[in-house]
């Protein structure tokens, strides 16, 4: 369990609170690597009034096959559609303001129709913005949390976008989604141990992705991995956390030292690296060296828990 909310974001919520009763639509934008991670909860909750286009971005980074199943998961919604572009792609842009006036029905012809621009950090949004605009407008940066305030922008359509920050919630309850919004990057790297989520990463994609794995990085085999049979014995403070390795079935910490050693991480006396072994996997991931890899399916989004009032069995 994440937890990580700085002020500015805080600020960033009640603000979408308060201009959300004058917006038509809300244009969320997701990794469409990841697309159930990088759907901030809260926003749902927000807007769960509003018809909503789900811009799956960096769809060149990703799998195609998982992405048409994300966009067929999406438009399944109700008042939902869901579209997969490359953001710096202007031709893929263009369906973007029809779709907005479709979900937003009709509309005073004297007024554009209203767009709230939403997503967490580091997910495209600006670069989305820009290329929408055909001009830079929203700073763009590779690192989490650039926008830091509302802005709002006219574009062709009679479309008038309002931006906001990008929102993380205050704590990232599912393990496994936390560390994969840590290895596309939309975490900063000091709010997860590095080397943790590297092998967490590693071992998920040997699970998913055997021939890409082993072939960008010449490993010779993907190491099963043995739990600790004495894992249940330590005591820990706090949930009990998921054994990610278990599930994914994989070595994820001797698949980082293998990449280690044939990436530079080779040290005097036959030590081993294994933080530059984390380095090279999480950098060639996000630069897409790896090849079209999605992180997850509908599949993977946990089922939603039932409580059940067990008061309402008591006899009277």
Known sequence: MLGWYPGHMNKARRQIKEALPEIDVVLEVLDARLPYSSANPMLAVLTEH????????RADLADPARTDEWVAHFDAQPDTRA??????????LKRIPRLCHELAGRVRADRDVRVMVMGIPNVGKSTLINGLAGR?????GNEPAVTKRQQKIRIDGRIALIDTPGVLWPKIEDQ???????ASGAIRDTAIDYLEVAIVTAAELARRYPDELTGRFKLRSLPAY???????????DGPKRVDLL??????????IKEVASKR?????????DLHRGAEVLLHELRDGKLGRLTLETPADIPAPVIEIDESANDPA
């Open 83 to 92: 579209l997969a572009v490359t953001t710096t792609n202007a031709r893929e």
């Open 50 to 57: 509003k018809p909503v286009l789900k811009i799956l971005s």
């Open 246 to 255: 278990a599930l994914a079935g994989f070595d994820g910490q001797a698949i």
């Open 264 to 272: 530079g991480g080779l040290r005097a006396g036959g030590a081993v």
């Open 176 to 182: 496994a989604s936390a560390y994969r919004l840590a």
């Open 136 to 140: 830079k407008i929203a700073k763009t």
């Open 226 to 236: 043995t739990p600790d049979p004495h894992a249940a014995d330590v005591q820990v």
